[in-house]
């Protein structure tokens, strides 16, 4: 699986801004958990977001406590492509952000391993390229 992700730059506080990860390859929503995460200078990566499957097929998204409520995390089964979809930027979310894919292999409670709140980022195996986000006035 390759992943292109686009859409960063600069951002208003209280601005919004969309990226897009573009997935290609042997790819399909049925097999494949995508996610989002960030690093800020200094900082460990760490999980923003992810979309996956439920055991019946159902799509479910999962957030970050410091994004939800101001983050969506969208996607377009026609197109492969997940958006993430930021709103009420701050400063604190100024970043690389990354899409990554991993595979779904299995549930716990109805959720897989890859996409539950917390997820370190060495559980994915496919990654995109960074895509800068810059919140400031």
């Known amino acids: 699986v390759q992943l292109q992700a686009s859409g960063g730059g600069l951002g208003q506080p209280g601005g919004s801004l969309r990226l897009s990860c573009a997935a290609s390859?042997?790819?399909?929503?049925?097999?494949?958990?995508i996610g989002w995460f960030r690093q800020a200078p200094g900082k460990e990566r760490e999980w923003v977001s992810c979309t996956s499957r439920d055991p019946l097929g159902t799509p479910y998204e999962s957030y970050a406590s410091s994004v939800k409520g101001r983050f969506s995390i969208i996607r377009d089964v026609n197109k492969d492509t997940a958006y993430l979809q930021m709103d009420s930027l701050n400063p604190e979310d100024t970043a690389v952000y990354y899409c990554?894919?991993?595979?779904?292999?299995?549930?716990?409670?109805?959720?897989?391993?890859?996409?539950?709140?917390?997820?370190?980022?060495?559980?994915?195996?496919?990654w995109g390229q960074g895509t800068l986000v810059t919140v400031s006035s």
């Open positions: 990554a894919a991993d595979w779904i292999d299995g549930w716990d409670r109805g959720v897989t391993e890859n996409c539950r709140e917390g997820v370190s980022p060495s559980v994915y195996e496919f």
């Open positions: 390859g042997p790819f399909s929503w049925q097999y494949y958990t």
